[in-house]
């Protein structure tokens, strides 16, 4: 309960602070958060429970090692959630995926919702919610509280950039959804803004502003 895990893994912390440089292109900075995105996939389906199927190789027969139980679902929150996701699918392909339309209102910095598409069966799957930034909280609130009314029981949220203000009230409504990020910044500043963060992410990816 209340878990985060911060992945410090070398290669993670080299390509953030490539991103977070203003002076990183449009291109660089989409192509490292894909990048990134199948490291923190690997750390967050590190525990994914195994069984196993019967194969010939070459040599002979052997049972070997396979995913059990029914594909995840990646939940992308978009427009962000996208990038990460590309990463994700890249190492789970099978995966199921999710998208959930939010945008920040920029005055009371509310999520507000413009798409929802999920599978059907979330019961029966463990859900990954993947947005790079976590920040008043507000839009990872709103997309897992959509994906429980919809019937996800086993959730867990992949992030870049959290703010401890961020994680703090995203635990206080779901305490039970484990967060996985690169890192957990110093603070929000007073626009609800990551510092000292990598500034809007969805416009360094598409290069809008
Ligand atoms: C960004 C980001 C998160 C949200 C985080 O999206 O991708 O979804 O802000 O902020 P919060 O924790 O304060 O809710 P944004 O609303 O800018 O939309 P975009 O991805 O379409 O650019
Ligand atoms: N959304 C972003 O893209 N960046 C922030 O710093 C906060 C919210």
Redesign the pocket.
């Known amino acids: 309960m209340n878990s985060v895990t911060v992945i410090n893994h070398p290669l993670v912390q080299h390509k953030l602070t490539i991103m977070r440089d203003k002076h990183t292109s449009t291109a660089g900075f989409r192509q490292l958060l894909r990048e990134i995105a199948t490291l923190l996939c690997y750390e967050v389906t590190r525990d994914l429970e195994l069984t196993t199927t019967t194969i010939e190789t070459p040599l002979t027969e052997m049972k070997a090692p396979t995913l059990a139980g029914k594909k995840l679902v990646f939940a992308s929150?978009?427009?962000?959630?996208n990038g990460l996701l590309e990463g994700m699918l890249d190492l789970v392909p099978a995966a199921r995926v999710a998208h959930i339309g939010?945008?920040?209102d920029p005055k009371t910095?509310t999520?507000v919702e413009y798409y929802f598409k999920a599978p059907e069966d979330l019961d029966e799957r463990l859900t990954i919610v993947v947005?790079?930034?976590?920040?008043?909280?507000?839009?990872?609130i709103a997309a897992v509280d959509r994906l429980k009314e919809r019937g996800a029981k086993d959730i867990r949220f992949v992030c870049l950039l959290a703010a401890p203000e961020?994680v703090d009230k995203f635990h206080g409504s779901h305490p039970d959804v484990p967060i996985f990020t690169a890192s957990v910044d110093r603070k929000l500043n007073d626009k609800?803004y990551i510092v000292p963060g990598l500034g809007?992410?969805?416009?360094r990816m598409y290069g809008t502003k």
């Open positions: 929150v978009l427009r962000a959630g939010l945008y920040r910095l999520a947005d790079p930034m976590l920040a008043t909280a507000n839009s990872a961020g609800g809007d992410a969805g416009d």
